[in-house]
């Protein structure tokens, strides 16, 4: 097949899985403790196959379904890194660690999650699209309820698969609809953005409308986040981490191929309503996430919510049509990898060890340990946007993307996003600082002297230099980003 | 002299990382290289002070000294040119004084600190780190790195005071973080639409190819690179957008379509867009400032914030926000402050005589200090709103004399805090009878806050006054009656101290019963006097030779004067004929 090798990665993360598996069968403990590093050592493999430049074509392949440019390749590699940073919590992980049944299974179905959101970013055909989508929900159901014996766990599962397939529904109804008024499943090719033009504006917006529910529900934007919070609350931590950023990242990377046709010519030009809908949907979603985060009492729905408002955030970036916008939300994206791998890993290292479940139950523990609470600092800062974190810079390219977009267009669409994006950051920290407020201010932590162990410690760490260097050098990843988007174009 | 004022900023940022090596039960060491980091910076600045020429004037593209300049963040964005932003660092007659002021009151906050005893290692961590970004926020002069060290004031602060505070410390490290984080919002939003905006013309012309590498930009370069930008010959993929602060300040680098060049004729609300980003950057630093009405997380700061706090946070980093006004505010939109001259006067005004009305009404002394923080920060709003020569110097001159008087005023009310742990006035009274020295401290520094002659309060005030009272006919952007307003000021500050005075130290030595038992009133001690000494004196000198400061900001600040009246005066037409 021609191209083939643009697929090693896939190749490679499925292949892992066939191994995962068939090593599952067999009852030796050594075999089974090897697990987790033989899915770590797969998504090693697909993240050194990605980074090597030159490696990849760019032309279409497996039946023209997927496409491999710049912008999926450096998905491909943010996904790989997903995938590893949630091995590494899960190897952490104490529940994770107890559990008997299903370990095998549990990496797994991360290798499969991880493949399938791979195949979200190289998608350009609307049924390839909703297999791939399936694919990741698939396995998020079944990450979820890892932790059968645990109630929560049950209860998250359940309303995250309602919800899920209730949405997909919508998101493939939407999809025929596209599919009769384009006559082609391709939704990235000319034919379609042509076709799109000719039929009419209110199918195209009620087609646009349905399948965005499918698209929102993966990145938990509103209205489609009321899964989010529970899910939060019930499903082991890596997991969590997880969701917080590899759909949602893949989410965000189909959003942005599908809606390049809509304002291939201009933001409000052919379809105002669709535009206008986007923009009051990011609003919307920065508003909700913000302002119900502000009355939460676990450090989990805290971060549910603020990764609503970090889903408002994104969709408010790819709004800003006329700027090459792709590479601030690559790098925004990179950065939100890193912030919710730490502050998950704080999560967890609190919730296992010191049984934090509200926020209340900080009191006092960053005095006692302090590398954990400068740790949570940073993440929670970086999570707000403030100078010196690289979070800070991820929101500092949006908001110039939208002040251009906004100067060139003279929307006021624009300059609401920007003002209310900015404006509710202020919001924003007040919620975030509630965890160093408990974690420094109030009470103070009066417990039997326990060590946090130095692989956490290197991982916090770890998660941590990349906010500050990509602060101070940006054009590190940004000049790699932009090479790798302008090679292959 | 080559990297001094780098030398400046992380010298505390240094002593910060020895700090962190350092054992936690190893309190003196740790104190000791909090001193000698604090010491080594004063030393600095006053090398730098001392080194300084004061008769240059930076009109935007030279004059600044010891400039240093690095590329630090350049990369492109594909169509849209280059974006940059520099590690560009440089003294004019304007910052010296507040980097001078920075250095003399760390070293006094640290001489303070000296009794701190809960947890000194991350006490004196964040003290340090707090230091560094004052201290770079007066030396950046690109707006990015301005806006870094701004924001990285607030979290020390704002752990400094949640922490180590008085009994409502969490409450007012939230107000204090939320309020100036929405002011730095503000910051940001205009930070963002100017950079868009403005094209360094040195990078451009390199990119251009009308510069080689290494040259220094010409005049008649400089000229060229404007004149093709505003004839639209440059392409935009060759504009270098830029930070710095000296570029925003002149009109033509503004890049002719976007939305903040004078003649855009862009409105928003039925306003041009650069009077609102004037007000948005003016909003941003008057909370800082902080000015009537959006001043009252100041009282519940200072109230909760343990001494050496209170100290460092009315006299340098209150300074902050004046000190952007100069800065930033007015040079960058010299067309809307001249549009907005009445607003921000009137401000002033306003912070002066509420400010005072509030602290008559106190009776609480920290509280009773913090709202005459607010009064006189009024006359620098005052001063600045004039823009004629002597009411720019005098809002100097005042930032500066506050920052030593009312350190002064902190530590007296400190002195008195530690020996009984209470400063409500109704529970002394004769306090002279038992502690003569003290009361002589508070009388100096009563004094020479309300400006009486021979302090250097009093040649602020003056300053500022006259300023204010000419700007009616110098500039036609005042008017008297503020002035005269404002002096009813001078008249309320006597008031609320003299009574003050009046109340708590003269008449027959009594103290509330209930602090009998604990207190030990003793007067001074020798580390009391080692930091009010050294103030007294300099209340002193800057009040009897106001050539020491005047002489090095003087030419700055009348050249800079005549740069925004001239500007504005021009832009403001721009902007109007543009509208209709």
């Known amino acids: 097949m021609a191209g083939a090798d643009a697929l090693l990665p896939e190749f490679l993360l499925v292949l892992f899985f066939l191994l995962l598996v068939t090593l599952d069968l067999f009852r030796s403990a050594t075999i089974k403790s090897m697990l987790p590093w033989l899915a ?49 919590l899960s190897v952490l992980n104490k529940r994770l660690d107890e559990l008997q049944k299903g370990r095998g299974e549990y990496y797994a179905f991360l290798l499969l999650l991880v493949l399938g959101l791979n195949l979200m970013a190289k998608s350009v055909n609307l049924l390839m699209l909703f297999l791939a989508i399936e694919l990741v929900s698939i396995a998020s159901y079944i990450l979820t309820l890892t932790l059968k014996e645990n109630k929560r766990s049950i209860e998250a599962g359940l309303k995250y698969i309602l919800y899920g397939s209730l949405s997909a529904g919508v998101m493939l109804y939407g999809m025929s609809f596209l599919y009769g008024l384009t006559g082609t499943l391709n939704h990235t090719s ?102 119900t985060a502000l009355r939460q009492q676990t450090p989990r729905r805290l971060l549910a919510y603020s990764s609503v408002s970090h889903a408002g955030f994104l969709l408010a970036a790819l709004l800003a049509v006329g700027t090459n916008y792709t590479s601030g939300v690559l790098f925004y994206l990179t950065v939100l990898l890193f912030m919710n791998f730490g502050i998950f890993l704080v999560l967890q290292l609190a919730e296992d060890e010191f049984k934090v479940t509200k926020l209340t139950d900080f009191h006092g523990l960053g005095r006692f340990y302090p590398f954990l609470g400068t740790m ?56 975030y600082i509630k965890i160093p407020f408990y974690l420094f201010f109030k009470g103070n932590y009066r417990e039997e002297n326990l060590v946090i162990s130095l692989s956490n410690k290197l991982l916090l760490a770890l998660f941590g230099l990349p906010l500050l260097v990509l602060f101070f050098k940006p054009d590190l990843l940004t000049e790699w980003i932009e090479r790798l988007l302008t090679s292959t174009f | 002299m080559d990297f001094i004022l780098s030398s400046l ?13 350092v054992p936690g039960r190893l309190q003196l060491p740790i104190k000791g290289i909090a001193l000698a980091g604090a010491l080594l910076q004063m030393g600095l600045s006053l090398l730098l002070f001392l080194g300084f020429n004061g008769n240059s004037f930076a009109d935007g593209q030279q004059g600044y000294q010891f400039v240093e300049r690095l590329s630090w963040i350049n990369f492109s964005l594909g169509s849209l040119g280059r974006f940059q932003i520099e590690y560009f660092v440089g003294v004019d007659g304007i910052s010296v004084s507040m980097v001078l002021l920075t250095g003399i009151v760390g070293v006094i906050g640290v001489i303070s600190s000296w009794t701190i005893t809960q947890s000194v290692k991350g006490y004196f961590l964040l003290y340090l780190l707090l230091l560094t970004s004052v201290m770079g926020c007066f030396l950046a002069l690109d707006f990015f790195l301005f806006y870094l060290f701004f924001e990285f004031m607030l979290l020390p602060m704002y752990f400094l005071i949640g922490i180590w505070g008085g009994p409502k410390r969490e409450y007012a490290a939230i107000k204090f973080f939320i309020y100036t984080l929405v002011g730095s919002l503000f910051i940001l939003i205009a930070m963002i639409g100017l950079y868009t905006s403005v094209i360094d013309p040195q990078a451009t012309a390199l990119q251009l190819g009308l510069l080689e590498k290494g040259m220094q930009l010409t005049p008649e370069v400089l000229q060229q690179v404007q004149q093709m930008l505003q004839n639209k010959t440059i392409e935009a993929a060759d504009m270098v957008r830029t930070f710095s602060i000296p570029a925003m300040m002149d009109g033509a680098n503004f890049i002719p379509d976007s939305l903040l060049h004078t003649l855009s004729g862009y409105q928003l609300w039925n306003q041009p867009l650069r009077f609102i980003f004037f007000l948005l950057l003016f909003a941003g630093f008057a909370i800082k400032v902080p000015v009537v009405p959006v001043h009252t997380w100041l009282p519940d700061a200072h109230v909760e914030a343990p001494t050496p706090i209170s100290v460092l946070l009315a006299a340098i980093l209150l300074k902050v926000g004046g000190y952007g006004l100069i800065r930033i505010v007015y040079p960058v939109f010299p067309d809307a402050a001249a549009y907005f001259s009445t607003l921000v006067g009137g401000l002033g005004v306003l912070s002066i005589i509420y400010g005072a009305l509030c602290a008559l009404a106190m009776n609480d002394l920290k509280k009773l200090i913090a709202y005459s923080s607010v009064s006189h920060m009024g006359f620098v709003l005052l001063g600045v709103a004039s823009m004629t020569t002597e009411g720019v110097n005098g809002a100097i001159y005042m930032m500066f004399s506050h920052g030593i008087i009312s350190a002064m005023l902190f530590l007296l009310v400190g002195v008195i805090y530690d020996r009984t742990h209470n400063r409500l006035i109704q529970n002394f009274r004769g306090l002279a009878n038992e502690m003569p020295v003290y009361t002589s401290f508070v009388v100096v520094a009563f004094f020479a806050s309300l400006g009486l002659p021979g302090f250097s309060g009093f ?100 050249g800079f004067t005549k740069l925004v009246l001239v500007n504005g005066q021009e832009q403001l037409q721009g902007v109007l004929s543009s509208i209709i």
């Not at chain 1, 998504?43 to 497996?62: D, I, K, N, W, Y």
């Not at chain 1, 990377?253 to 409000?268: E, M, N, S, Y």
């Not at chain 1, 060139?408 to 920290?429: F, K, R, W, Y």
Request: aromatic share 14%.
């Open chain 1, 190 to 291: 000319e034919a379609f953005g042509l076709a799109l033009l000719q039929a009419n504006p209110l199918m195209v917006t009620v087609a646009a409308v349905l399948v965005f529910a499918g698209f929102l529900f993966k990145i938990s934007a509103a209205p489609f986040h009321f899964w989010a919070p529970d899910v939060y609350q019930g499903a082991p931590m890596p997991v969590v981490a997880l969701f917080s950023t590899g759909p949602k990242m893949a989410g965000i990377l189909v959003i942005l191929r599908f809606i390049a046709p809509f304002f291939a010519t201009g933001p409000a030009s052919a379809f105002p309503d669709v535009w206008l809908l986007l923009g009051i949907l990011a609003i919307v979603t920065l508003v909700i996430g913000n302002f």
């Open chain 1, 40 to 88: 770590l050592t797969g998504f090693f493999a697909s993240l050194v196959v990605q980074v090597l430049e030159g490696r990849l074509g760019q032309s279409p392949q497996f039946l023209n379904l997927l496409f491999s440019d710049g912008l999926a390749q450096y998905s491909g590699i943010l996904f790989s890194l997903v995938g590893i940073c949630t091995v590494l």
């Open chain 2, 459 to 558: 040649i602020s005030e003056l300053l500022v006054l006259l300023g204010s009272f000419s700007a009616s006919e110098a500039t036609g952007l005042l008017p008297r009656w503020m002035t005269v307003v404002a002096v009813i000021g001078l008249l309320l500050a006597a008031a609320y101290y003299l009574w003050a005075l009046q109340r708590m130290f003269f008449g027959k030595y009594w103290i509330y019963t209930d602090l009998r038992e604990k207190a030990l009133v003793s007067d001074l001690n020798l580390r009391e006097y080692l930091m009010l000494v050294p103030l007294a004196v300099l209340a002193v000198l800057f009040g009897i030779f106001p050539s020491l400061l005047l002489d090095k900001i003087g030419v700055a600040v009348s």
């Open chain 1, 376 to 431: 949570a600092l940073v993440y929670l800062l970086s999570l707000t946007g403030l100078p010196p974190f690289a979070g800070f810079m991820g929101k500092l390219f949006i908001f110039t993307n939208l002040w251009e977009a906004y100067n060139h267009t003279n929307d006021t669409m624009l300059l609401v996003l920007l003002v209310s994006g900015i404006l509710l950051t202020g919001v924003a920290l007040f919620y």
């Open chain 2, 9 to 21: 900023i992380f010298t505390p940022l240094l002593a910060a990382l020895a700090v962190m090596l």
